[in-house]
């Protein structure tokens, strides 16, 4: 059974910086490409960006491009988020996703 859990959320300042991990189990992850998405308070769970497997090519949505780094360590079957000068507009629950598995998320609150 493929399971996701996500962690290292939590309240950040604006302009801080926070990794976000996704722990992968119960399936091959380095033969998955891997999303993270984020859904804030009454909006649409939107795509944050992605990794492929193989050689990890990565993509990400406008919104945090430059602010963000997809990265996987397939040894560790871990993926992780890495966003710095974070706004208070990502404040979002922020998910981890492999084929049709999503993990359970993450809070991440950026507020003074």
Same mark, same amino acid.
């Given at each position: 059974q493929?399971?996701? #859990?996500?962690? +290292? +959320? +939590?309240?950040v300042q604006p302009g801080g910086s926070l990794r976000l991990s996704c722990a992968a $189990?119960?399936?091959t992850f380095s033969t998955y490409g891997m999303d993270w998405y984020r859904q804030a308070p009454g909006k649409e769970?939107?795509?944050?960006g992605g990794i492929s497997s193989?050689?990890?090519?990565?993509?990400?949505?406008? $919104? #945090?491009?430059g602010r963000a780094t997809i990265s996987?360590?397939?040894?560790?079957?871990?993926l992780y988020l890495q966003?710095?000068?974070l706004k208070p507009e990502d404040t979002a629950v922020y998910y981890c996703r492999a084929g049709r598995a999503w993990g359970q +998320?993450?809070?991440?609150?950026? $507020?003074?």
């Open positions: 493929m399971q996701l #859990v996500e962690s +290292g +959320g +939590g309240l $189990s119960g399936f769970r939107e795509l944050v193989g050689y990890g090519s990565t993509f990400y949505a406008a $919104s #945090v491009r996987r360590d397939n040894d560790k079957n871990t966003m710095s000068n +998320g993450t809070q991440v609150t950026v $507020s003074s």
